[in-house]
T-cell receptor
Framework: ETGVTQSPTHLIKTRGQQVTLRCSSQ?????VSWYQQALGQGPQFIFQYYREEENGRGNFPPRFSGLQFPNYSSELNVNALELDDSALYLC?????????FGPGTRLLVL | GENVEQHPSTLSVQEGDSAVIKCTYS??????FPWYKQELGKGPQLIIDIRSNVGEKKDQRIAVTLNKTAKHFSLHITETQPEDSAVYFCAATYSGGGADGLTFGKGTHLIIQP
């Protein structure tokens, strides 16, 4: 167990809707990263938050946005959902370069 | 940006034998290389990592080697056991210059035959 928790575990949405996913980081970790993992693929980096500021982003459009709170927990928001957004969404917390992953939220877009 | 290639995509070995998974990376600036194990329905679990100032690291039955010149690194699992069956991912990043998002390979499905 890493101490990283995510909610909800599963979610079903329809195309065009918006979704918010949540992550609680491991105690003592001030950095949270979000990843998208399509079926049969490796995780892809969405963005990273450090001390409530976004400090890096992968190749994802602006409809993917996030927040980090003073307690270092984080949210991932996705607007205007598309069918291809169906995936496992993972958050990882870290204090230095080592990233510890949560169990993920499986999102299905119909 | 960084690109990580991982081989093989599927590896089947007899219980007790060794397994080797290989990865190559493209960005010579990358300096941190973790390996993750992912079981069905779970998030990736860190099993070992190596930094670019080290050529080899071992933790019980698991070892990782890094060749910076050739830009490749490998995971070695000895005396494989049924619980080693899972999908393994290698990753690479440059650590120390801001956001260090990991770039992952596509994964290796390791099957341990009893």
């Amino acid at each position: 167990e890493t101490g990283v928790t995510q909610s909800p575990t599963h979610l079903i949405k329809t195309r065009g809707q918006q979704v918010t996913l949540r992550c609680s980081s491991q105690s003592g970790h001030n950095t949270v990263s979000w990843y998208q993992q399509a079926l049969g693929q490796g995780p892809q980096f969405i963005f990273q938050y450090y001390r409530e500021e976004e400090n890096g982003r992968g190749n994802f459009p602006p409809r993917f946005s996030g927040l980090q709170f003073p307690n270092y927990s984080s949210e991932l928001n996705v607007n205007a959902l598309e069918l291809d957004d169906s995936a496992l969404y993972l958050c990882a917390s870290s204090a230095q370069e080592t990233q510890y992953f949560g169990p993920g939220t499986r999102l299905l877009v119909l | 940006g960084e690109n990580v290639e991982q081989h093989p995509s599927t590896l089947s070995v007899q219980e007790g034998d060794s397994a080797v998974i290989k990865c190559t990376y493209s960005d010579s600036a990358s300096n941190y290389f973790p390996w993750y194990k992912q079981e069905l329905g779970k998030g990736p679990q860190l099993i070992i990592d190596i930094r670019s100032n080290v050529g080899e690291k071992k933790d019980q039955r698991i070892a990782v080697t890094l060749n910076k010149t050739a830009k490749h690194f490998s995971l070695h699992i000895t005396e494989t056991q049924p619980e080693d069956s899972a999908v393994y991912f290698c990753a690479a990043t440059y650590s120390g210059g801001g956001a260090d998002g990991l770039t992952f390979g596509k994964g290796t499905h390791l099957i341990i035959q009893p």
